[in-house]
């Protein structure tokens, strides 16, 4: 059996990885790569389906990493053949879904919520903004992990009351320093640079020998939108195999332990104030991750972007996405990538004057009233709709 | 004497009482809610601007200052109360971030809906009382009619609602249903009518204080202009405790001289950074605050 399981395993990963192979040495030119490589990408996926169940039970961790890649082999396919505009959405969509995975992991494991979130993106984002006014030239992982410690550090510091808090009194908290970011910034104005914010001095750009790789005439990695998207894809799908592991992990069952039943946890040996702090910084740290490419994104970081309304959206689109879960994150992040395009469409179809109040607030009416909707109607989101769906069809 | 009411401490002293009553009726209209329902309501600042919309913006400009403020308690009274009904009630007995998921998701609603119609500029409130300060020897005191009211203002209201609790009929049923809705239901007091009442009487608390910040502060009437209004307020209310009116009004008005205090002598955008610092050092100290009695969490 483990024989039969073994081989459907790397049927899968040697299928995903033919796909990724063949659209990074085709995807120059040809549409008939991109078509290829997305079926093999499928049936990729598919073995993996397949093989899911006893795969599941006897190699998680490879499990995990497979979904992961496959995911993420999907997505940079994707990135290949769309707009440069549609490129830098799903960029910043990306990154988008590594903050709601830190705040899924927060709710699903501590039954927490923080509502600053956006301010934690705002850590990641200046530490990116102020590094790279400095050292340009460092490497850009080394400026990710950077931009991910400043998070948690301040996440650190900020969780501590976190310890003896329950739910409202550190959602208020969190809250606060939302509402007061703007001003935190403004006492370090040398560093930040004020209202006006920072730029980076240049375009962040391939490593040369990357794109050497690709050959002179890969136009995907000389444009910068898609390289940034796919950057920010392969972090994301990095993030999201280190959460699925975090979720599954010893650490992880204490956490929904400690959400469901925080007496019961105690009794079982659960250091309650230590597992609170824990999922605060984590979320803390994913949350500046995605704010450091949101920075490399834009090549500049302005205050504006981190004040309390991000903090809500990020609560919204993970609420209306699936709170406590993984995919519910996912699903959060598109929905996120294609909400500037959807909501000027409609703009559109409903005749509004773009420039107008009513238009320039619909995102806030939107998402503001789907998510009282979501949580009195459905709390556990798209993800739990699917779920509950996917259980009545299997039994009939 | 005159030279001691002019003086930099005075005047410090005499503006945090100023902003400190606001912070303190925030509190206030918080603790109203908590004590009630557990729930910290989120929507509070946007459930106050947008009473005050509707007193100040839908009426004509020359409208009666006093009608419009009328109007705006009465906007509180009724949002507060369909809010409670429509939203809050399908809540009770959930997990509890869902009422704080649902109470942000209204504040984002309400607050963009309140752009949409009124649009994001300031709006410059009529205000009864000059808010030019008082001059004494060709100096000013760091006190205007309008300050004044303002504080007289807060003070009635808080008195008002300490009346209503400690002397009535109704605020004997609204402690009731709050400490013990079970008994209370059984002895006959209607305690879903009380939460609605409790919930109308906070946001009419709220539509009060964001008329007078809408007229005072130099930021007019916007409509996000409550939320750092707001995190102070809760701030004021985390500090002195959420089971405590009397803790929660007390710490707004003392946070609200000392900020002034720290504007003045360190600078004004430390002030959020000191209060965060007391927001943290209180929360680990008292974790339930100040002026509440510590009592244990049941199983």
Known sequence: ?396 | MDSFLTSRNVSDLLGGVTSGVIYALVALSLVLIWRSTRMLNFAQGAMAVFATYIGFAILAPSTNYWVSMAVAILAGLVLGGVTERVLVRPLYGKPEINPIVAMVGLLLVLESIAAAIWSTSSRALATPFSIVDWQLNHKPVALSPFALYEIITSLVVMAIVAGLFQYTKLGLQLRAAALAPEVSRLLGVRVGRMLTVGWMLSTAVGAVTAVLVASNFFTGLTPSGMDGVFAFGFIAAAIGGLDSPVGAMVSGLALGVVFQFVGDYVNSNAIILVALAMLIVSLMVRPNGIFTRSAQRRV
């Open chain 1, 1 to 396: 059996m483990a024989r039969v399981v073994g081989s459907r395993l790397g049927v899968g990963l040697a299928l995903s990885v033919v796909a990724v192979v063949i659209v990074a040495l085709l995807s120059s030119s040809t549409r008939l790569a991109v078509a290829l490589g997305l079926g093999v990408a499928v049936l990729g996926v598919g073995a993996t389906l397949v093989s899911l169940p006893a795969v599941r039970r006897d190699h998680p961790v490879v499990t995990r990493a497979l979904i992961s890649v496959v995911v993420v082999d999907l997505a940079v396919v994707l990135t290949f053949r769309v707009s440069a505009t549609s490129n830098s959405n799903v960029a910043i969509g990306a990154a988008m879904a590594i903050v709601l995975l830190g705040l899924s992991f927060l709710t699903g494991s501590s039954g927490q919520i923080s509502l600053g979130n956006g301010a934690f993106m705002g850590v990641g984002a200046f530490t990116v903004g102020i590094w790279a006014d400095h050292h340009a030239t460092t490497p850009l992982v080394v400026v990710l992990v950077l931009a991910t410690v400043a998070g948690a550090l301040v996440g650190l510091v900020l969780g501590l009351p976190a310890t003896r808090l329950r739910g409202p009194y550190l959602a208020g908290m969190t809250l606060a320093f939302a509402v007061a970011f703007g001003a935190i910034l403004n006492v370090f104005s040398s560093w930040t640079g004020g209202d006006s914010g920072l730029q980076l001095p240049s375009a962040v750009v391939a490593p040369h020998w990357l794109a050497s790789y690709f050959g002179p005439g890969a136009s995907t990695l000389t444009t910068s939108s898609a390289w940034l998207a796919d950057i920010s894809i392969v972090v994301t799908g990095v993030a999201l195999f280190l959460m699925a592991n975090l979720f599954a992990s010893r650490t992880g069952r204490a956490m929904r332990l400690v959400r469901d039943n925080d007496v019961a946890a105690e009794l079982v040996g659960v250091s309650l104030p230590r597992a609170r702090v824990v999922a605060f910084t984590v979320s803390a740290a994913y949350a500046a991750l995605g704010g450091a490419l949101w920075t490399l994104v834009n090549n500049a970081v302005s205050p504006s972007t981190y004040g309390f309304v991000l903090s809500i959206t990020i609560l919204s689109l993970v609420v209306i996405g699936g709170i406590g879960t993984i995919p519910g994150a996912i699903i959060g992040g598109i929905i996120y990538a294609f909400s500037a395009g959807a909501i000027s469409w409609l703009t559109a179809h409903l005749g509004l004057n773009p420039q107008g109040n009513v238009a320039s607030q619909l995102d806030g009416i939107i998402f503001g009233g789907l998510l009282v909707l979501t949580i009195v109607f459905a709390p556990m989101g798209i993800a739990g709709l699917v779920r509950h769906g996917w259980r009545r069809w299997r039994r009939g």
